[in-house]
Structure formats: C-alpha cells, structure tokens
C-alpha cells in the first residue's frame, strides 16, 4: 500500500480519506463542496486514482470529486484473504457509496471502472445522474454484449496475452512485479505520451506493487478474463430505463489496443443512441494520460449543459 502520505512530488496533493464499510482500508479522494453534485471516477487495471488527478483539479472548484482506489489498488489495502473478481469490487463499491451517502452521482468510468460502475448503476439507479464514459465499456444487459467483448477480447494485445500467460502458469509471476513491468504493462494496452515518463510518474504507478502480495487485484483482474470468472450485474428492466433516459457521454481514445472503439463503443452506443461521443485521434487506452486537457474540457461542458437535466429527487 502507497503511503498515506505520499504525494508523488506533490503531483497528487490530496488528503487522503479511508473507508472500512468492506472490512478493508479502501482509499477515496474527496475535494470540492460537500454540498455539490457527486462526480465518482472509478479507475481500472492496473491504475488507480493518480490517473484522475488533472480531472480532479479541473471539477473540484464546482464540483465535489469523489475517487476510490479499488481493493488492492493505489493508496486502499490489499486483503490476502479475499477474491479480486468483478462481483468483488461492484459488492465493494456498493456499500462505499451506501457509506458516504453519496447521490446525484456521475460516474466517470475508466477501463475495469466501466464494469464496476454499470454494476453499481444496476443496483441503485435512483443515485445516479449522468454517466461518462472515458474508454470504458459500458456492459448493461445489452443483447449484444458478448459477441462484442469476444471480439474485442481476440483482437487485443493484452487479452491475448493473459490468457496464454495463464494458460501456462506464467501469468501470476510476471503480474506479480508490477512494481519493475509497469511501463511495459502500460504501454502493451496503449499508452502513447512517453514524454510524460519520468521517475515520480513510474513511481506513482509502480510503487502499489512492491511484492505479489500486492499484486492481488491486478493479478485478479486478469485472471478473471481469463478464466471468465468475471459476472457482469444483470440490470432489471426498470434499473435499464431509468440509466438509459441519463444524459451520457463517451470519450474514447481511439489508439486503445486493449478496448477498440469499434467493438466497446458500440456496447455505449446501444444504450445511449443519442448521446455524444468524441473520439480522439492518437490517444490511447490510458487517455486520461494521454489528452487530460482536451478530455477535462470535455467533460467539464458536458456537466454544464446537463447540470439542469438531471436533477434528482
């Protein structure tokens, strides 16, 4: 676990806020007016809420920002006693948001975020109020949701290779040094601003994984693709209606090698046919490193033109 402490050379200078509400230290991130709309942003693998921080900074004033580290990720602890599977962090993220009491929620979803996000939505529409989609697929009961993730699946680097990883026992090992492979973990599923890299950055996202012990959750997350371990929550019909009359967006980084455009946006797309969607040209899987500025402002009028809309009871 990250110190509490740390601030990566004060690249993330936020307090650091802790919940126990799943028998874990989970690590949450929470700046702006308590009294303002909720903005959750929910990392994926093998990140955590560092990838957040330019969005942080650009919301905060008007917004209150809210970012978790999922379990065994970033600054949150990293049971050895548990299961690091999809229905985990969903089950993990609910009694977060019980917790905090939070409403008028917009999820800002990343990567595994998508999945984890969509689950809690399935769960407590009546809390959310917007969904953004920033490469982060949006699995919600679609018809067509596993014909897209099959091919999306066969045609990434990153899938294809975990799954023979596992196949030959090799993949626990080379996951478990996160710590020393981050750069190359990053840069497999598509990371294309190198002029970033320096030592705070690789330590900002390498410094979680100092042993395997560590590395459970990002371990569980691709060993759960590749067993198909992983459940996607199951919508009721009613919990399908009220997320998809939401206003919505999607920004996608249209260089990600591990999520295409072509096989996941369709998953937003389905259900939110009239929603806008901004695709970025050379920008990669980890877009919010890759066009922070561009993707801030984007999202930052999106919630201006829609703060309105979405008024919750």
Known sequence: MIPTNETFGGTFPYAARFDNASDFLMHYVDEGPSSASVILCLHGEPTWGYMFRHLIEALKNQY????????????SETPQDRSYW??????NLER??????LRNITLVMHDFGGP????????????IARIVSVNGPTPFGQSTLAEHWAAGAAAAPWFQWIRKADSEGRLDAVLGELGFNILSTLKLNGFERTALINDTWLHAYGSHFVRPADCLGAIGWAKGVARDQHRFEEPTLSA?????SKPALAVWGMADRTLGANDFLPLFEELFPSAPIHRLPDTGHYSLEDAPEAIGLIISDFLATTEHSHALP
Do not use: E, N, T, Y
């Not at 977060?96 to 009491?101: E, G, P, Q, T």
């Not at 399908?240 to 998809?244: D, M, S, W």
């Open 116 to 127: 984890v996000g969509m689950g809690l939505a399935a769960r407590h529409p009546d809390r």
């Open 86 to 91: 999809l229905q985990d962090h969903i089950d």
């Open 96 to 101: 977060f948001v019980l917790s905090l009491d």
């Open 240 to 244: 399908k209606r009220v997320i998809a």
């Open 64 to 75: 209150r920002v809210v970012v978790p580290d999922h379990m065994g990720f970033g600054k």
